[in-house]
């Protein structure tokens, strides 16, 4: 069943595990999601970036993840990951996306606020109220267009909290010390900010970033108020990885079907590894 991310996450948040909100770049990749969530019996978002659907529309990717709930024994979210534009986020809710992101993180606080409100207002105005997550902070690395290097300041509590008050977002996504991309070196994480926002921010807080953090790392961040946790790196390597290795042992063929199986396996295999790490296995 399609669902919003609001009652997932705030479930997630009432019994201390996180959901998975895993990018999907075709329909391979929500089959293997889907898979994986079924055999664990996990609740599970599926999203797509700007970058993804400019590829082949925000309607073929919801109509492969609407396709893959309404067959799902499990409840299954479509989110727009980092939405990078008030354009963009009306587009997604539009064509049936049952959680936004808007992330308005690289503008000036000020700027932040008034972007994510004017979403909110409209997420919240339809007869399904959609909800939205925001970005404060900078994750560092690279997702889509949107790069963030340099001194990659983590989220200041203080205003995460005065954030959450004025825009009405559902959920924050926090710049604890994660990157986006592979990680050149071992993810250093501030769990004393995590602490300090999760005292003060009483919705769902988002973990960006999470593809080769290590899984105690995770495990603490979930304990510490992470309901919602990204991968996307990972699943393109694990799939990617998987159409190889079957070329290379059978360079003769050439129907996407045969391929395109190994590299569903493997993204299965990486996705249900991250639904036992992030305790969403048999919530459902
Ligand atoms: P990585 O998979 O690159 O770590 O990031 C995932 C993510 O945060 C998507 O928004």
Not at 141 to 157: A, C, F, H, I, Q
Not at 167 to 182: E, I, K, P, Q
């Amino acid at each position: 069943m399609l669902v919003t991310s609001r009652e997932l996450l705030i479930d997630a948040q009432k019994n201390k595990y996180a959901v998975g909100a895993f990018n999907v770049e075709n329909m391979d990749m929500v089959l293997a999601v889907l898979n994986a969530a079924e055999e664990t019996h996990s609740p599970v978002i599926m999203q797509t970036t700007p970058g993804t659907v400019k590829y082949a529309g925000t309607d073929m990717y919801f109509a492969n993840i609407n396709a893959a709930a309404k067959r799902a024994s499990v409840p299954v979210v479509c989110h727009l990951d980092h939405g990078n534009s008030f354009g963009m986020a009306v587009k997604a809710f539009h064509t049936g996306y049952t959680s936004i992101m808007i992330d308005g993180s690289k503008l000036p606080f000020e700027e932040n606020i008034a972007l994510t409100k004017s979403v909110v207002d409209v997420c919240h105005s339809g007869c399904i109220n959609i909800p939205v997550e925001a970005e404060l902070g900078r994750v560092g690395g690279k997702e889509d267009e949107l790069v963030n290097s340099g001194n990659n300041p983590y989220t200041d509590p203080k205003e995460a909290a005065e954030f959450v008050e004025r825009t009405g977002c559902d959920s924050l996504a926090v710049a604890v010390g994660t990157a986006h991309g592979v990680y050149k070196g071992v993810p250093q994480i501030s769990f004393d900010v995590l602490a300090k926002i999760h005292e003060v921010v009483n919705i769902p807080l988002v973990l960006h970033g999470t593809s080769g953090v290590p899984d105690e790392q995770v495990i603490k961040c979930v304990s510490m108020g992470m309901c919602k946790v990204n991968y996307a790196t990972d699943l393109r390597i694990a799939y990617t990885y998987g159409v190889k290795k079957y070329m290379q042992e059978n360079p003769g063929v050439f129907d996407p079907k045969k391929y395109g199986s190994y590299g569903i396996e493997e993204v299965k295999r990486y996705v249900t590894g991250r639904m036992k790490v992030i305790g969403s296995c048999g919530h459902i």
